[in-house]
């Protein structure tokens, strides 16, 4: 069963969808004390880091999913969900993380763009793998998936798979149990599916 964590930010409905597309089992969970009871656990989010980081620490639920991933149960974050996973980010303010995975979270720079490239990031862009996981189980680099965003993870140490928007960056991470996707698995048909169900087969 996959935990949904629900934590006031966030579509958690389309993730919930493309789970049930897969034939996978999930809740969507605003239940601290519960998250244990999970085989696996999904950070999902859409919006401000500070803003998504205060509401996790209501309710407990920062320390249940700290807890979550010591438990070495696979713990995936998904576009906003990945970067607290980082341990700062410097959207309107500077704001700490959960700080799981090492790195910092900054916007794209304007003037490192090209003329067609507008922030944020909207649309279909490659990623090419970069180091083995079995979150990418079955895709060939590069492939295709779908990006909203204008922060972005600079730090690659724990990039398995990179995109290039102005920049170099992680688009997918592992550390461990703790897996990170930037783009919208959800909304990256097949490519993006696989990805959730490498995530159900772990």
Not at 13 to 22: C, D, E, L
Not at 26 to 55: C, W
Not at 57 to 71: H, I, R, T
Request: aromatic letters at 10%.
């Amino acid at each position: 069963m996959v935990g949904i964590v629900n934590y006031g930010i966030g579509n958690l409905a389309s993730v919930q969808n493309a789970f049930q597309k897969i034939g996978a089992k999930s809740a969507i969970t605003q239940d601290a004390e519960n998250l244990k009871a999970y085989d696996r656990l999904v950070l999902p989010g859409v919006g401000a880091f500070g803003d998504a980081m205060k509401h996790l620490k209501q309710g407990g639920m920062q320390e249940a999913v700290l807890e979550f991933a010591k438990s070495g149960k696979p713990l995936l974050g998904i576009c906003l969900g990945m970067q607290l996973l980082f341990q700062k980010s410097y959207e309107f303010g500077e704001h700490l993380g959960l700080g799981l995975l090492k790195g910092e979270i900054v916007q794209f720079q304007k003037e490192a763009l090209e003329p067609n490239q507008k922030i944020p990031q909207m649309g279909w862009n490659c990623v090419e793998i970069r180091q083995k996981s079995p979150l990418l189980e079955g895709l060939e680099s590069p492939f295709y998936l779908y990006f909203v965003h204008s922060y972005y993870a600079k730090n690659l140490e724990n990039a398995v798979g990179v995109s290039q928007y102005g920049v170099e960056f992680a688009s997918i991470v592992q550390k461990d149990n703790v897996f990170g996707i930037q783009p919208h698995p959800e909304k990256s048909h097949n490519a993006g599916l696989r990805i959730l169900q490498n995530f159900i087969n772990l």
